[in-house]
């Protein structure tokens, strides 16, 4: 399973990449602004700035609705460094334009994906990434989970390569029970990757090791 990072903070990146189990990042304009990144060219270097951090795929969100406007600005995000993936929205120009890339062999992510159907169709058109949000449809009450063992199932059916990146996770146990069913990727907060390492009886442990270890000496 990989692992991404869903934030544009260098901080978190870097920390997450310290650890070593980092596979790529994933950023949205909303993620941009939260850490004041504004304007195209500030948003273009900071895109440059998390591929010099981390060495696998970074996703980088067009902002254009149109099928033209989505080529035009994704293959400038792709020129930018050979580790940028074009995020495209699930519309029907969004899909019409992860065609258009994958048929290059350009790497995409077709993001703001909330059913089954729309990660068929983002499949049927080449997309390296689908991102199924499953902690926003938990906020309306639906289980997000469960939209991630659809799309496994239908994508085993047909062996598509599409991979499933489980996005919108929001805390540790998405991570795990998306590790359960089976998500190729996980994108979460520097949090949900964190709150795997806590155990009170790792802490309780330690602690009785090093006590013993001072004992003798
Ligand atoms: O990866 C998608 C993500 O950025 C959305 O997360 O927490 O705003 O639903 P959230």
Request: hydrophobic letters at 40%.
């Amino acid at each position: 399973m990989k692992f991404f990072i869903d934030t544009a903070n260098l901080d978190q990146i870097k920390d997450a990449q310290d650890m070593g189990i980092l596979d790529g990042v994933t950023t949205n304009p909303s993620l941009m602004a939260k850490e004041g990144i504004t304007g195209h060219d500030n948003i273009m270097k900071h895109y440059v700035d998390i591929c010099n951090i981390v060495e696998g795929d970074v996703s980088a969100e067009v902002i254009s609705t149109d099928v033209d406007g989505m080529i035009r600005e994704g293959e400038a995000l792709a020129e930018l460094h050979d580790q940028i993936v074009i995020k495209l929205p699930m519309i029907k120009d969004g899909v019409k334009a992860c065609k258009h890339f994958s048929s290059k062999g350009i790497k995409t992510n077709v993001t703001l994906v909330f059913s089954a159907g729309q990660a068929l169709l983002a499949a049927k058109a080449g997309a390296t990434y689908v991102s199924p949000f499953i902690g926003r449809l938990d906020d309306i009450s639906t289980d997000g989970l469960n939209l991630i063992s659809e799309i496994r199932h239908i994508y085993d059916n047909y062996g598509f390569d599409t991979q499933i990146l489980a996005a919108s996770v929001r805390h540790t146990m998405h991570v795990i029970d998306c590790a359960k069913i089976g998500a190729d990727v996980m994108t979460g907060p520097l949090s949900s990757i964190e709150g795997l390492l806590k155990h009170p009886l790792t802490d309780m442990g330690l602690a009785k090791f090093l006590a013993d270890y001072k004992k003798g000496n």
